[in-house]
């Protein structure tokens, strides 16, 4: 559900910044159903990869091979990142919070970890320069906190003015998706509202799993199930391995 | 001009305890087999500069090879986290490991100024996030014209930078191709730089998307095939994703690790 | 996604009077079709931005259609000079010329700076000369980390950049080779951007060395076949080296000048 | 007489920055004598170029197809000129002063120029960077002048701690190559010294061509005479047009 929530996010034409795991399984399939013309754009360099299967890494070599050109990792973060070129950009996370800040650097306090995680790689920059932001995370009181262990990546750091202020070109994330719903940024506050819940998911369900006092949308939705076209993609895409 | 030498006495020669060393491949062309040395070498004290730090810079901390790491993403591509990297941060095992992070931008932008002759560059980014606060290597700048704040990251010369490629002919001219992410920069920032290669040919055939780093900009090549192994090298050989899954649990556990290791890293010549 | 359309709406539509035009190609591909078109159409109170003004700017300059001029070096190449934009500086003819001068490395770094979505590029340069007084878009700036002394000059984001390259598919991804200079950086550098080409093909096969610019960074090609002559276009037609020297004499008179641009400029068609 | 002394200030291996006409005649001149192996960069982004007749422009098609490899513009100044990777780096000028600074920009006042010159170029970095830079130019009082119109490359600025003074990192001018001889700056002062005399020039020539009041080196030598096997070498690069 999540991979097909996201992937209905996604316009034909659009340039987006893709990462390994769900983003990359939302986008190729995204490109299988109604954007066949996505541009995919791994950080590892490669620009408009058409991989056949979803790659491991980003260092595939399927997608080195499909693509349009491979550029270097300075070009990928300097002349296409930076500018605010990349339409679509994917994050994951071990933390969000209500402002859609991310954490995935650690756990527990930054000098002793409790949990050390993988870091920032492109994620500061990702959501800092991408037009839009789309955020993918399993839904739990240990992920979706009142307060982050660290700040990996600005959303919108403690509310409406703080990406003027930081200098941040994009507008930020747009939508938080889940394994129970989605989220949405309040249009004034910048606060995540609960717009969507996925079929068959208690409202409930969804609030004690928020470290936060969720708020819900005047008019929360039900997403929309999947089709039966969605379902035999993703199938497809899974069938033919990673 | 690049000298043509064989890995054990590169990395003999060019790399010193206390070093600081940038092994360079982004996901492809990882320089696997110069770590093993380094490793088989028992060097000491090393600062280790990596994006990525992948298998290599795991397998180097675990065994005891690496006091400090600058770095923007450690984990393992695709599978999780590196166990050797997490236990050394975590519980300083076998040793405990200081770092220097950074975004990707971050530390590729400290490469570009290394290469680029300058103390540093400028960027947009760190402006709210955590790496700000917590890295001295960053620091705000302000534009001359427009009064507009930035960051510059402070620019970083290894002592010693290795990038592994395809191939090089008899001169020491150097080819790559496929996914080259951050080598061309690595490589020129480094003080003294060494290239391993699958292959020494007679001539370098043009190749389409190729980068040729020229010999007079490298201070020595070694033959060393399958270098890049579990990573790959595009026209030679496959990324082998079952290791990077299998590695999982191989570094998860201190004894299976060094088992592992003695076995394969160890008692293998270079 | 860049747009395929004709030299003459090309410039029509993505041109204003008193806009800041990059014409870029270090020797090599100058898109010297685009320069004839602007003068056809004769806008006027341009900005031009170019390494190497060259004959398509001096052209552009006697023909009245620049106000303001940012160079690095203004001669013909393995000639002399450019007689007509030695007679603006030198005689306000037929306007004023204002200039903003560079080196070649400091306005190579004002394009990259504008390419990389950045206010300024610092760089190591301009200290002593008399260019770091007369030349506004240099200033000085201080390493936070070194305290070290060096020059930031300001980006540079044209309202419309031209190059010109061998070939584009039918999706507008374009393709050039050979000496590809500042090409790409004068391209992402601008808010509006035009290639020119010298045919449009159905697949662009790989070739060693090339550059392939998407054509989603793109805002519109145009084919122009010999659209750099009398300079060159790799694998299409060489440097008429001949015409270069032969520019020096028509060039050095108004009237020679007016008399030949109008027999084979402005009644040709475009 | 001016390109034989330069080639011989070439070593094989050498890396020399090279631009169109005298210096580029040099150095083509050297790798066909003593220095097979010379790495010749034009500024247009070849590294390593062999070609088999002098080129008009830096950009002539031959230089790109003999190269070893063919860079951006960037690449050559930011990665290859401005760190000091560059062995000696070859200037002319309009005008020289006592110190080897250097003007090719105006003739006169920089804003009401006399005569406007094509300016820069690459050469206020070739003659900050380079390890080492001879300059090649012909002597007459209008060209060796007392005070520069405009200081285009910094040699020594006002005297021996200039450079440091302005974070220049290479060597500076080592000669100055003239068609009536040879000049080098002083160990300690960093004036121009006249070292030599080209054969059958007298040493009151060189005097009467120099805009301000010429030191003579003690020990002022001749320069050895063009060999055959120079002039057989300078005669058939010329024969092989441009």
Same mark, same amino acid.
């Given at each position: 559900?999540?991979?097909?929530?996201?992937?209905?996010?996604?316009?034909?034409?659009?340039?987006?910044?893709?990462?390994?795991?769900l983003?990359?399984?939302a986008?190729?399939?995204?490109?299988?159903?109604?954007?066949p013309?996505?541009?995919?754009?791994?950080?590892?360099?490669?620009?408009?990869?058409?991989?056949?299967?979803?790659?491991?890494?980003i260092?595939?070599?399927?997608?080195?091979?499909?693509?349009?050109?491979?550029?270097?990792?300075?070009?990928i973060?300097?002349?296409?990142?930076?500018p605010?070129?990349?339409?679509?950009g994917?994050?994951g996370?071990?933390q969000?919070?209500?402002?859609?800040?991310?954490?995935?650097?650690?756990?527990?306090?930054?000098?002793?970890?409790t949990?050390?995680?993988?870091?920032?790689?492109?994620?500061?920059?990702?959501?800092?320069?991408?037009?839009?932001?789309?955020?993918?995370?399993?839904?739990s009181?240990?992920?979706?906190?009142?307060?982050?262990?660290?700040?990996?990546?600005?959303?919108?750091?403690?509310?409406?003015?703080?990406?003027d202020?930081?200098g941040?070109k994009?507008a930020?994330?747009?939508?938080?998706?889940?394994?129970?719903?989605?989220?949405?940024?309040?249009?004034?506050?910048?606060?995540?509202?609960?717009?969507?819940?996925?079929?068959?998911?208690?409202v409930e369900?969804?609030?004690?799993?928020?470290?936060?006092?969720?708020?819900?949308?005047?008019?929360?939705?039900?997403?929309?199930?999947?089709?039966?076209?969605?379902?035999?993609?993703?199938?497809?895409?899974?069938?033919?391995?990673? | 001009m690049?000298?043509?030498?064989?890995?054990?006495?590169?990395?003999?020669?060019?790399?010193?305890?206390?070093?600081?060393?940038?092994?360079?491949?982004?996901?492809?062309?990882?320089?696997?087999?110069?770590?093993?040395?380094?490793?088989?070498?028992?060097?000491?004290?090393?600062?280790?500069?990596?994006?990525?730090?992948?298998?290599?810079?795991?397998?180097?901390?675990?065994m005891?090879?690496v006091?400090?790491?600058?770095?923007?993403?450690?984990?393992?591509?695709?599978?999780?986290?590196?166990?050797?990297?997490?236990?050394?941060?975590?519980?300083?095992?076998?040793?405990?490991?200081?770092i220097?992070?950074?975004?990707?931008?971050?530390?590729?932008?400290?490469?570009?100024?290394?290469?680029?002759?300058?103390?540093?560059?400028?960027?947009?980014?760190?402006?709210?996030?955590?790496?700000?606060?917590?890295?001295?290597?960053?620091?705000?700048?302000?534009?001359?014209? +427009? #009064?507009?704040?930035?960051? !510059?990251?402070? @620019?970083? *010369?290894?002592? %010693?930078?290795?990038?592994?490629a395809?191939?090089?002919d008899?001169?020491?001219?150097?080819?790559?191709?496929?996914? +080259? #992410?951050?080598?061309?920069? !690595?490589?020129l @920032?480094? *003080?003294?730089s %060494?290239?391993?290669?699958?292959?020494i040919?007679?001539?370098l055939?043009?190749?389409?998307?190729?980068?040729?780093?020229?010999?007079?900009?490298?201070? !020595?090549?070694?033959?060393?095939?399958?270098g890049?192994?579990?990573?790959?090298?595009?026209g030679?050989?496959?990324?082998d994703?079952d290791?990077?899954?299998?590695?999982?649990?191989?570094?998860?556990?201190?004894?299976?690790?060094?088992?592992?290791?003695?076995?394969?890293?160890?008692?293998?010549?270079?």
């Amino acid at each position: 559900m999540m991979s097909i929530a996201a992937a209905r996010q996604l316009k034909d034409n659009q340039i987006c910044f893709i990462g390994i795991g769900l983003p990359s399984k939302a986008a190729n399939l995204a490109r299988r159903l109604h954007a066949p013309e996505l541009v995919m754009i791994y950080e590892s360099g490669t620009l408009g990869a058409k991989p056949s299967k979803l790659p491991l890494s980003i260092g595939d070599g399927e997608l080195a091979e499909t693509a349009d050109s491979i550029v270097s990792v300075p070009e990928i973060f300097n002349y296409l990142l930076q500018p605010g070129r990349i339409d679509v950009g994917f994050l994951g996370a071990a933390q969000i919070d209500r402002y859609a800040n991310l954490n995935s650097t650690v756990i527990g306090d930054y000098r002793k970890p409790t949990v050390r995680l993988p870091g920032a790689g492109g994620a500061p920059e990702i959501a800092g320069a991408c037009k839009r932001v789309i955020i993918m995370l399993r839904q739990s009181p240990k992920s979706f906190v009142e307060k982050l262990s660290f700040v990996t990546s600005v959303g919108f750091g403690s509310g409406p003015s703080d990406r003027d202020a930081f200098g941040l070109k994009g507008a930020g994330p747009v939508i938080v998706i889940t394994d129970l719903g989605m989220l949405e940024p309040d249009p004034v506050t910048k606060e995540l509202i609960l717009t969507h819940i996925h079929p068959n998911i208690e409202v409930e369900k969804v609030i004690e799993s928020t470290g936060w006092n969720l708020k819900i949308a005047n008019q929360l939705r039900v997403t929309e199930p999947p089709t039966k076209r969605e379902l035999e993609a993703i199938r497809s895409l899974v069938a033919a391995g990673a | 001009m690049a000298e043509i030498v064989s890995l054990s006495e590169a990395i003999e020669s060019l790399l010193n305890d206390g070093d600081i060393v940038a092994l360079e491949g982004f996901t492809h062309l990882i320089p696997m087999s110069a770590g093993y040395e380094i490793i088989r070498q028992a060097k000491k004290n090393l600062t280790v500069v990596r994006l990525t730090p992948d298998l290599i810079s795991d397998q180097m901390i675990g065994m005891g090879c690496v006091s400090k790491l600058i770095f923007s993403w450690g984990g393992n591509p695709g599978v999780g986290s590196l166990h050797r990297l997490r236990d050394a941060i975590e519980n300083g095992w076998p040793l405990p490991l200081e770092i220097d992070e950074h975004s990707h931008a971050g530390l590729t932008n400290r490469f570009v100024a290394g290469a680029s002759g300058l103390p540093f560059a400028v960027m947009r980014g760190y402006r709210g996030t955590g790496l700000d606060e917590v890295t001295p290597t960053v620091a705000p700048i302000f534009c001359p014209f +427009t #009064g507009e704040e930035l960051r !510059a990251v402070a @620019a970083i *010369n290894p002592d %010693l930078s290795v990038i592994h490629a395809q191939r090089a002919d008899r001169k020491g001219n150097v080819q790559l191709w496929g996914i +080259t #992410g951050i080598q061309k920069e !690595a490589l020129l @920032a480094g *003080n003294r730089s %060494l290239v391993t290669v699958e292959e020494i040919v007679d001539e370098l055939d043009p190749r389409p998307g190729d980068v040729v780093i020229p010999s007079w900009l490298i201070t !020595a090549v070694a033959v060393s095939p399958g270098g890049s192994r579990p990573s790959y090298a595009a026209g030679y050989y496959q990324r082998d994703n079952d290791f990077y899954i299998a590695w999982d649990a191989i570094s998860r556990d201190r004894e299976t690790f060094m088992k592992w290791m003695g076995e394969n890293v160890l008692s293998a010549a270079s």
